[in-house]
């Protein structure tokens, strides 16, 4: 089964910022929402973002404001743009297709490795 690839992670101070993407080829990401989660050591996953065919946007609440979530349909890819990070924001970041940008406790594609994030000074 086709998985996304997630790419862009890395080391950032507090404060900083960092463009995430994902490329996602397989039918079920071209046709549906997709969404961005993450896991942090120890925890469990947690929803962070999502998007629309059309664009509509839905964000958690924790990344209002600071998150940006877009989509290039011909590109088959999905980007969130980190501002503002603090070492809360610390996990591995995934990206998955969503039956809707509201439901967001299920997903309907496989899940990808994903890209560590790490916020410290």
């Known amino acids: 089964q086709v998985q996304p690839v997630e790419s862009g992670g890395g080391l950032v101070q507090p404060g900083g910022s960092l463009r995430l993407s994902c490329a996602a080829s397989g039918r079920v990401f071209r046709r549906n929402p997709m969404g961005w989660y993450r896991q942090a050591p120890g925890k469990v996953r947690e929803y962070v973002a999502a998007?629309?065919?059309?664009?509509?946007?839905n964000y958690a609440d924790f990344v209002k404001g600071r998150f940006t979530i877009s989509r290039d349909n011909d590109q088959n890819t999905v980007s969130l743009e980190m501002n503002n990070l603090n070492p809360g924001d610390t996990a591995v970041y995934l990206c998955n297709a969503l039956p809707d940008i509201w439901t967001t406790s299920w997903v309907l594609g496989s899940w990808g490795r994903g890209t560590q994030v790490t916020v410290s000074s």
């Open positions: 998007i629309s065919n059309d664009g509509s946007t």
